[in-house]
């Protein structure tokens, strides 16, 4: 539960300052799942990027020799002189990825590897040589379970990346969508439905965000939560990882249709969703090496209902509890926006031991919904 305390401004004139008084706003931000996490890597070098598809595979990037290579399963599928990285996998094996070389002009290209282990180009670089304008091939791709990718490019119209180009997306068996994004969008993901994602790329005075939208548009999307990435299953579930993807961030699952149902999985800097919520990512380890991890939600799970201000510094919340989830901590948090929050700066904590017997205030119950109450100064 991270309610959060909005600031209201109130001008005193006759002493010239402004004050602050806190009107408190508070609503229920997150569930949470109680998801068995299991180490799917362990070596001692780093291990990025994964994607899962809905038969239990999974690929990654990882450094052999100074160079990514692509590993599907945990096994080693590619091994030119490139960097191959970003991967993304199909229920049928097939996979798309970047490769750093290979092409014209800048050399990028995205490659499509079928099952079978053949490979074809299905976005390039190229660079005309007298204007010095150039195509260069996006790094980020996506496949859905059914094998429709979604890919792309941007265009300059002279050397230098300086000003915004024309940024184009083609999806397989669609075509090249009819919209600029202007080189504000990246980490595109598609679905067997037809869902695409896209997430902006944020800047100086804004967040980066996760859109949605369809195959035949509007474009970019609806705006669904904040975050650097995301990723969608066929349900409409939605991944999304906060930060710069480089340290580890929050990572969080969005569940359709409306996206209310927040729930976090662990910290990360990348992430994958499968049709069962199984959620692959990237984490440091205890000795700051990038692993792969995969979270699997049993049928446990904690559901926050509604939390209210009481008299004082108390604050009573309810929840419900499935399963056995066993004791959780709930946290109360200040948040700027109703969306965001500092999960290391809690302004009060309680522990919750769940019990299949109700008590009246502070004891929870498997079951029915369970009042409780924490105290905590607030401004």
């Not at 599928?77 to 097939?94: H, R």
């Not at 999307?221 to 349900?235: E, H, K, L, Q, Y």
């Not at 699997?296 to 008299?311: E, K, V």
């Amino acid at each position: 539960m991270q309610p959060y305390m909005r600031p209201k401004r109130r001008t005193n004139r006759s002493k010239g300052k402004d004050r602050y008084t806190y009107r408190p706003r508070l609503e229920v931000l997150e569930d949470r799942l109680a998801p068995s996490i299991t180490q799917l890597t362990n070596d001692a070098f780093d291990h990025r990027w994964p994607s899962n598809n809905n038969q239990g595979d999974y690929v990654y990037s990882a450094q052999v020799g100074g160079l990514y290579q692509v590993f599907l399963d945990g096994q080693q599928i590619t091994s030119n002189g490139n960097n191959n990285m970003f991967p993304s996998i199909s229920d049928g094996g097939d996979i798309i990825y970047f490769k750093d070389g290979g092409s014209g002009g800048i050399g990028w290209q995205i490659v499509l590897r079928s099952a079978g282990g053949s490979e074809s180009t299905i976005e390039f670089s190229s660079r005309n040589s007298f204007s010095g304008a150039h195509r260069d091939a996006n790094k980020y791709s996506g496949i859905a379970s059914n094998g429709s990718s979604i890919s792309g490019y941007n265009f300059y119209s002279s050397s230098g990346t300086f000003f915004s180009p024309t940024q184009r997306f083609n999806i397989s068996g669609v075509g090249q969508l009819p919209f600029d994004f202007r080189g504000s969008y990246n980490y595109p993901d598609i679905n067997a439905q037809g869902d695409v994602l896209f997430a902006s790329a944020g800047g100086f005075f804004s967040s980066p965000n996760i859109y949605k939208t369809t195959t035949s548009g509007p474009f970019p999307g609806s705006f669904i939560a904040s975050g650097t990435m995301g990723r969608i299953n066929d349900s409409g579930d939605i991944v999304t990882v906060s930060g710069d993807l480089s340290s580890p961030g929050i990572v969080r699952i969005l569940t359709a249709p409306g996206y209310t149902q927040t729930t976090i999985v662990a910290a990360g800097s990348w992430a994958d969703i499968d049709n069962n919520k199984d959620v692959i990512f990237e984490n440091l380890d205890s000795h700051g090496i990038r692993q792969i991890y995969l979270s699997t939600p049993d049928n446990s799970d904690i559901a926050m209902l509604s939390a209210q201000l009481l008299a004082g510094n108390t604050v009573q919340f309810t929840y419900k509890t499935t399963g056995n989830p066993g004791p959780f901590q709930v946290g109360l948090y200040q948040s700027p926006d109703g969306m965001t929050y500092g999960p290391s700066n809690p302004i009060s904590t309680q522990t919750i031991t769940p019990s299949r017997v109700p008590r009246k205030i502070m004891g929870p119950g498997a079951g029915p919904a369970v009042n409780t109450r924490c105290s905590s100064k607030t401004p």
